[in-house]
Nanobody
Framework: QVRLVESGGGLVQAGESLRLSCVAS????????MGWYRQGPGKVRVLVAT???????NYEDSVKGRFTISRDNAKNTVYLQMNSLKPEDTAVYYC????????????????WGQGTQVTVSS
């Protein structure tokens, strides 16, 4: 029943910005860590950034200083502000969350969104 839906991807030029959003819906009791991952063409899916329910963040080195992850717990939403985008940031960006919900019988279950495409042209 829990669903993660990403939005905000698109095509931009190098140096421009995008903000991704991910909304978790369902009979959610709590969400601990939330994060963003990305998978470029021909590459494995890798971590971009995570944020705990308390707001503690972690970033992959290549995005530090450029990307900012944040969340609105009341809205069950996580954001990824991406500034100074580079062509190497081109990827499908996926939302991820550890969720306790009624549908999971109150157990922690990890969920993935369907992804949103970010393309950065040079």
């Amino acid at each position: 029943q829990v669903r993660l839906v990403e939005s905000g991807g698109g095509l931009v030029q190098a140096g421009e910005s995008l903000r991704l959003s991910c909304v978790a819906s369902g009979s959610i009791l709590s969400i601990n860590i939330m994060g963003w991952y990305r998978q470029g063409p021909g590459k494995v899916r890798v971590l971009v950034a995570t944020i705990t329910s308390g707001g503690n963040t972690n970033y992959e080195d290549s995005v530090k200083g450029r990307f900012t992850i944040s969340r609105d717990n009341a809205k069950n939403t996580v954001y990824l502000q991406m500034n100074s985008l580079k062509p190497e940031d081109t990827a499908v960006y996926y939302c991820n969350a550890d969720v306790r919900s009624y549908s999971s019988t109150y157990r922690v279950v990890n969920y993935w969104g369907q992804g949103t495409q970010v393309t950065v042209s040079s």
